[in-house]
């Protein structure tokens, strides 16, 4: 069993930049693919960015230049440093892993962040 936390989101104005993290606790095979993806009211959830455990990283392309995301896989963390925030990018923010190793999906609760303009 996996369980994923997910922490730093909050409020920020447009134009600025905030950093989330995604720590990963239990038994973690790999391959894996973590993965941060968003939801805002009204809306369905769409993939930000997932990050390959051998290296290779996709962002969707709304995010694309503005969006870093990174893994530590010594720690078990994710983290997502978002630039540039605009008031569409608020939502709350979902920390993912799948394991390919066993065919498993893994969901952290989320966290909360706000864009004002």
């Known amino acids: 069993q996996v369980q994923l936390v997910e922490s730093g989101g909050g409020l920020v104005q447009a134009g600025g930049s905030l950093r989330l993290s995604c720590a990963a606790t239990?038994?973690?095979?790999?391959?894996?693919?973590m993965a941060w993806y968003r939801q805002a009211p009204g809306k369905r959830r769409e993939l930000v960015a997932s990050l390959t455990s051998d290296g290779n990283t996709n962002y969707a392309d709304s995010t694309k230049g503005r969006f870093t995301a990174s893994r530590d896989n010594a720690k078990n963390m994710m983290y997502l440093r978002m630039d540039d925030l605009k008031p569409e990018d608020t939502a709350v923010y979902y920390c993912n892993l799948l394991d390919k190793h066993w065919g498993m999906d893994y969901w952290g609760k989320g966290t909360l962040v706000t864009v004002s303009s």
């Open positions: 239990g038994s973690i095979f790999s391959p894996n693919t």
